[in-house]
């Protein structure tokens, strides 16, 4: 249910916010942005179990895409679709922890850009980003395989550094904040850890 309401609702704000995005393209005089990116996922643990224990995705390379469209000068709508391949890690005190199958995540959301270069071809300029989304976990074990949907809250902060016209270099750091969907990977519901996924990335934005 969860994964169809993450789904729905990123439908719904594309499909409303369509008509606004045409309009404030033509009045800001600044073009569509896409930026290909790649870095490092930090996972946070899906669940603390006893004496030490915890179950998460490991920390994994990432690569992804970034679109934006600005609604105003210093404000735009953005968007990311991104994929980290790792492994499913039950955690163990002393021994540190061993590797019982693979866990490739998709992390896709909408959100809002204040700052960065604006109308401007060169420079050093911050942003910040905010936004909703979902996670998704394809995991698979030596016994069993399952996906889990849920819901992602997004804040990240960045830098854009011109080069030249219509080529930016950019660096973020993102945190996808998420709690594992138990209930969509095995059918029941155990509450789990509120936990922040760090992404730290670089790519090269392309103005159009």
Known sequence: MKSNLVRTSLAAVLVAVSPLLAQAQKGTGVGAHLA?????LITGDWYDGPVGTSIA????????????IPLSKGVSLVGNLAYASGD??????????VNVGSANTW????GLELGGLGGRSTGIAPFVQGGIGG???????SIF???ASN??????????????????????????????NSEDAVGFRVNGNLAHNVALTAGVKLRF
Do not use: C
């Open 107 to 110: 992390m896709y959301d909408v």
């Open 145 to 147: 395989e399952t996906r």
């Open 36 to 40: 290909p990116f790649a870095g490092y």
């Open 88 to 97: 499913l890690r039950i955690g163990l005190p002393l021994l540190g922890g």
């Open 135 to 141: 996670m998704t976990h394809d995991i698979k074990a």
């Open 151 to 180: 819901v992602a809250y997004t804040a990240g902060v960045g830098l854009d550094i011109g080069i030249s016209n219509g080529f930016v270099v950019r660096v973020q750091a993102k945190d996808w904040i998420s709690r594992f």
């Open 57 to 68: 995705a490991t920390n994994a390379p990432m690569l992804g895409v970034q679109g934006g």
